[in-house]
């Protein structure tokens, strides 16, 4: 394993993307900050320490999701991938260097809402530790299912409609917005499909907004585990 | 340096790229040389490890590609048709990424790029970032790579290709010093001239012919090229032109009659076979 790779590609591709083109990392936020907006509208502020803790979770999410574009583009489009296979790294290495430059790249997301999160006093130790894994965990899970996804297409022209359908239906349409506990059980088990449903789940619990719902760990890690095995798998690193 | 064994590659679709090639190779600088689609780009994905054979067996500096392909990535560069630099990032970053994938270390990385940098005279480029690069200095970013690695063996798949002409001779002279031994493919035949010690002439997946420019062209020795459009005025055919070939000596009395008289190149290897090289 050549970690040294993975945090230098995680450096030069999130950190610098950040700073050389800050207009992706607005877009990024466009969408969970309108959605705070919304919620705190329409709930006339009831509801936004649930839209300020899913919108930590929504824009790691979404940032990953819009990862199967990107995946793709660099296979196909930019032909990097390719580049990479003939070296010493493993696809394991890549899709971590990947995956850490999203996470970089959420980082002023992040930050804003720990502002907003701070104003509203949703913070205690204890929440924080779990949110910071939780959005670990997400990360790996959301990347790798993108990543999965990402080298199954074949044609670059697809993948922007995919990612876009991603984004909106694997982080929208679960609880990560809305208290989850609105929703019937057997909803939130076909719902844990994504793994935004377990993240936003535990982090209402962790958080004191509802009951912790401990089935979402397993749940979590094991389909981390399994987007991450099959990412290595469907990256076609060395193509048949 | 590099042999293989009836080599082929199938694809999914059924599209037959590479068929039973057999080939020894060993001199410094290699070209394949072939239309678009010939099964240049296949063969040297095979043997730079990015893709698996349908059947058949190759070595690359003495490693199996099926049995060792890591051995094989320590020991060569390999750089995609049309790779694409990333917009964001400047040649230096890019130089260093790729050299610590590679396994050297951030300091070493950094020295290494800089000295490829300052030889391929793009030092002033370093910190700009590639977006804002010509066609050519963005391919130049990729030989760079190739020179900072210093690996035994290089492989450029269609290197210039796209690129205007002050570019392409730009990273020619890139080409030109890179160490170790080279297998480029392209589709310009003045490329394969100007810097191949040997040309492998490969066409529908398979080898044509392999040599030197010299020893290729040495039948043509004496002679130059005829064309006309007139039907049947020719002994192969290109598309619409007639073409054939004629002693020096005789060429001015084919321009009277209306005939274009060209020189010979490794062009018309491919007509001899009757390949049709009509771009």
Redesign the interface.
Known sequence: MNLRFSLAFAWYYGFRTIKRGPSYVIASLSSPLTLLFLIYIISHGELIRYAVVGGFLGLVASVSFASVADAAFLRIQLRIQDLFVATSISPTDYILGLTLSYLIFSMPGIILYAIIGSLIHIFTLESITALILLLLVLTISTAGLSMTIGGAVNHIRNVWGISAIMSVVLTVLPPTFYPYSDLPKYIIYILAISPTTPAAVLAQGFFGFEPIMYVMIPIMVVETIVFFALARFFTRWREN | MISTKNLSKTY?DGARALDSVTIDIDKRLVSFIGRNGAGKTTLL?IL?????PSSGTATVAGYDIMKQ??KI??K???????????G??TPI?HL???L????F??LQANEEALKALRELEMYDARNK?SDTLSGGMKRKV?VA?ALAANAEIT?LDEPTTGLDPVSRFEVWAAIKNLSGNIVLTTHYMEEAQELAEEVVLVDSGKILEKGSVKNLLHRFEGKVRVESLRPDSGDYQIGRTYVKYVKQEDAEDYIRNGYNVRRITLDDLFVLRGVNIEP
Not at chain 2, 76 to 86: K, N, R
């Open positions: 999914k994905r730079s490890t990015q893709l698996k392909p890591d990535r320590k060569i560069v390999s750089i995609p048709q049309e790779a694409s630099t990333l964001v990032l970053e260093k990424l790729y610590i994938a590679r396994g270390s951030v970032p990729f790579m492989f």
